[in-house]
T-cell receptor, first 115, second 111 residues
């Protein structure tokens, strides 16, 4: 069974530039999560999807961050414009069935460096 | 908001020594999950505890959930170099579906 796929694995951009991350969850997993992990910290939830619906985006900085999950499968997380403080690892995870009471499978993450 | 505290932040042991990490919440947790993240890797699910006072074992790893469901621990017996990594606890509160992670305990093992 293929795991959660993320791309790119690494991204270096200058501040004020836009950036996008892509995630393909495990087949059949309806719940998809985007987390941000700063160095030395645990993952922090940005947004959670149930199928194509964003059911928890309270931690998403909506002035610069956006996300979508068209057709309830793949998802894209975008930052525009990026700031120095956005440097972190962006993790995508998926789980089935719905809800946070089941194990989450994490992708390898995208390490973003903003200069 | 909900917070999950983990101690210690770092732990260095000699191979063969035991290791324990503790997780505490100020509020009652509905469940608690433990994840392991190897250096340069991503979090990998280890186990979930749901019941008050629950104890689960996986080979040399023992997981406990407190009676009040506000704390949990992970104990590794006779550590090996393959145990190296950061161990995170994560919990949900009440009816929330949001999993809140602790900051993790980074374990290093000296061979």
């Amino acid at each position: 069974e293929a795991g959660v796929v993320q791309s790119p694995r690494y991204k270096i951009i200058e501040k004020k530039q836009p950036v996008a991350f892509w995630c393909n969850p495990i087949s059949g997993h309806n719940t998809l999560y985007w987390y941000r992990q700063n160095l030395g910290q645990g993952p922090e939830l940005l947004i959670r999807y149930e199928n194509e619906e964003a059911v928890d985006d309270s931690q998403l900085p909506k002035d610069r961050f956006s996300a979508e999950r068209l057709k309830g499968v793949d998802s894209t997380l975008k930052i525009q414009p990026a700031e120095l403080g956005d440097s972190a690892v962006y993790l995508c995870a998926s789980s089935a069935p719905r809800g946070a009471r089941y194990e989450q499978y994490f992708g390898p993450g995208t390490r973003l460096t903003v200069t | 908001g909900q917070q999950v505290m983990q101690i210690p932040q770092y732990q260095h042991v000699q191979e063969g020594e035991d290791f324990t990490t503790y997780c505490n919440s100020s509020t009652t947790l509905s469940n608690i999950q433990w994840y392991k993240q190897r250096p340069g890797g991503h979090p990998v699910f280890l186990i979930q505890l749901v019941k008050s006072g629950e104890v689960k074992k996986q080979k040399r790893l023992t997981f406990q959930f407190g009676e009040a469901k506000k704390n949990s621990s992970l104990h590794i017996t006779a550590t090996q170099t393959t145990d190296v990594g950061t161990y995170f606890c994560a919990g949900t509160q009440g009816g929330s579906e949001k999993l809140v992670f602790g900051k993790g305990t980074k374990l290093t093992v000296n061979p």
